[in-house]
C-alpha cells in the first residue's frame, strides 16, 4: 500500500501541516476539503483576532516547505483569522498545489472489502474513503493511512442546557433569530439598535460580547444581554493576568468591564430550555422560568466533532468528550479546570482501526482547551509514526502555556456553585468587586 497516498481530511491549519509534515517525510499527501478554499472554516470567522500570537501560529515544517518561495514567517504580533490564512494558510495550500482537492466532502471511510465487523485480513487492506464533488458525483479514494483533521467548526453545541437544541431553537435559527458565530462589527446591520442575547461562557463568548460592545458605541439603542449558566466567581472572565497567553486573558477582562460599566447586561444561573422565534423577534425561557426578550441571540456553547462518517472505523473514544480515550484524562474540563495539559502525539492519538488518526480540534472532542501549537505538535509526531520514525514520534517537541483559565465544567458549570470546584488551580471565592444579580424569576425584555 506504500504507493498509496496518506489521505488528510480537511485543509485547515493542522490538516495543511500534515501535508507538508508528509511530504518533507516522502509520503504522497491528499488533502481533501468540503470548501472551495483553503481554511474555509477559518474564513468564516476571520473579523476574530486569534489569542495566539505568530510564532505559536505556524508550523515548522509548512514553514520550511514556504522558505525557497520567498515567504517570510511574521515575528510578532496577534493576526486576526482573515491574516492568518491571507498571510500563511493560504500562501500554504499553494505551495502544496494539487495536492489539496476543494470541493471534496468525505461522506466515509472504510477497509476496502471489509466492513466494521470483519477482522481477517483488515489491516492489510487500504482505506476507502467515500467522497463527493462539489458537483455531485461519488467517487472512491484508496489510502494507506487517514489523518482526520476535519475539526469542529461545523458542529456548535446548541443552547439547551441539557446538551441537546433548546424547544424551538432550530425552528428559531431557521427563521434568522438565532446565530452560532462571534458578530463582526464591521457588519453591524443585524445587531445596531437591537437587542442581542449572547448564550455561553468560553472565549468565543468573550469575543461575542466584545464586538457587539463595539457596535453599541457606535449605533445608540443596542442593548447586549449575556447570559450564562453558573453563578459568578473570580473565574467568570476567564484568566485575566494569570493566563501565560495574554490575549486570551486581556478578552475576558474587556468583557468583565462591559458588565461592570453597564454596557452588557450579565444574567447568571440561566440554563436555556426553550427558545420562541417570531416576525419581531424571540423569547428564551429558563429551566427555572424567567424569559428574556430578544432580537437576536448569539449561541457559543462550544463545539464537537463529526464522527458520522468515521462509522465504519473501529475508534477508542472516551465517552464524555468524544476524544481518543488515551488523552481524555489530560483534557477533561471536569478533572483540569486550567488546561495546563501535556503535548499529544502518535501513541495517544492511535485508535485500534491502525494508521488512523484524529488530529487538531478534532482530536479534543468537545474539550475546549486547544490550541494551534498543540495540532502541529500532534502532526509532526504522527507523519513520523506514519513514516517509521517511532523515536521522533515519541519525542516530545513542544512545550505549552498554562491556560489561567480555573474552573472545571463540574461546579463550573453548577449556577448555584459560587466557586471553581478546585482543579488545578484550587477553589476560588466569589468576585466581590462585581455585582450582585438577583436569581428570581424575572422577565427581561
Not at 474555509?40 to 515544517?61: I, N, Y
Not at 472504510?110 to 483488515?122: F, H, I, P, Q
Not at 476535519?150 to 433569530?177: K, Q, V
Not at 488523552?327 to 492511535?350: F, M
Amino acid at each position: 500500500m506504500t504507493d498509496l497516498p496518506v489521505a488528510v481530511i480537511g485543509a485547515g491549519p493542522q490538516g495543511l501541516a500534515a501535508a507538508a509534515h508528509l511530504l518533507e517525510r516522502g509520503l504522497t499527501p491528499l488533502v481533501l476539503e468540503q470548501g472551495s478554499e483553503p481554511a474555509a472554516a477559518v474564513a468564516e470567522w476571520g473579523h476574530v483576532r486569534l489569542f495566539s500570537a505568530w510564532p505559536e501560529l505556524v508550523d515548522k515544517a509548512a514553514a520550511r516547505l514556504l522558505e525557497p518561495t520567498g515567504w517570510e514567517a511574521p515575528a510578532k504580533g496577534y493576526p486576526t483569522g482573515a491574516q492568518w490564512r491571507e498571510r500563511y494558510l493560504s500562501p500554504l495550500a499553494d505551495s502544496l498545489g494539487d495536492h489539496v482537492r476543494y470541493g471534496t466532502t468525505v461522506t466515509g471511510v472504510s477497509r476496502k472489502g471489509r466492513d466494521r465487523l470483519v477482522d481477517a485480513g483488515r489491516a492489510e487492506q487500504p482505506f476507502v474513503l467515500h467522497v463527493t464533488s462539489a458537483d455531485g458525483s461519488e467517487e472512491h479514494i484508496e489510502a494507506q493511512a487517514v489523518i482526520d483533521a476535519s475539526g469542529t467548526w461545523r458542529r456548535p453545541s446548541p443552547a439547551g442546557a441539557d446538551g441537546l437544541p433548546a424547544l424551538g431553537e432550530r425552528a428559531a435559527h431557521a427563521a434568522g433569530r438565532v446565530a452560532y458565530a462571534v458578530p463582526d462589527r464591521a457588519d453591524a446591520a443585524t445587531y445596531a439598535a437591537k437587542h442581542t442575547v449572547v448564550i455561553g461562557a468560553g472565549d468565543s463568548a468573550f469575543n461575542a460580547v466584545n464586538e457587539l460592545t463595539a457596535i453599541a458605541k457606535e449605533h445608540p439603542g443596542t442593548r447586549i444581554t449575556w447570559a450564562i449558566r453558573r453563578a459568578v466567581s473570580t473565574n467568570t472572565f476567564g484568566g485575566g493576568e494569570a493566563d501565560e497567553l495574554p490575549e486570551r486573558g486581556a478578552l475576558g477582562v474587556r468583557a468583565k468591564k462591559a458588565v461592570q460599566d453597564g454596557t452588557v447586561e450579565l444574567v447568571t444561573g440561566f440554563r436555556t430550555e426553550q427558545i420562541v422565534g417570531r416576525a419581531d423577534g424571540a423569547t428564551i425561557t429558563a429551566e427555572d422560568g424567567r424569559m428574556i426578550e430578544a432580537d437576536q441571540i448569539v449561541v457559543l456553547t462550544g463545539y464537537r466533532p463529526d464522527l458520522g462518517f468515521l462509522s465504519e472505523m473501529r475508534l477508542d473514544l472516551d465517552p464524555t468528550l468524544e476524544a481518543p480515550r488515551n488523552i481524555a484524562v489530560q483534557i477533561d474540563p471536569n478533572l483540569h479546570s486550567c488546561g495546563s495539559v501535556s503535548a499529544t502525539g502518535a501513541k495517544d492519538l492511535a485508535q485500534p482501526e491502525p494508521d488512523l488518526y484524529l488530529v487538531g480540534m478534532k482530536s479534543y472532542g468537545r474539550a475546549p482547551t486547544f490550541l494551534a501549537m498543540t495540532g502541529y505538535e500532534q502532526v509532526r509526531s504522527v507523519v513520523a509514526e506514519l513514516a517509521g520514525d517511532h523515536d521522533a514520534a515519541a519525542r516530545v517537541e513542544l512545550e505549552l502555556p498554562d491556560t489561567g483559565v480555573c474552573g472545571g465544567a463540574g461546579v463550573f458549570d453548577d449556577p448555584d456553585s459560587t466557586t471553581s470546584g478546585g482543579g488545578c488551580c484550587g477553589p476560588s471565592a466569589p468576585s466581590e468587586e462585581l455585582f450582585t444579580i438577583s436569581r428570581a424569576p424575572i422577565t427581561l425584555s
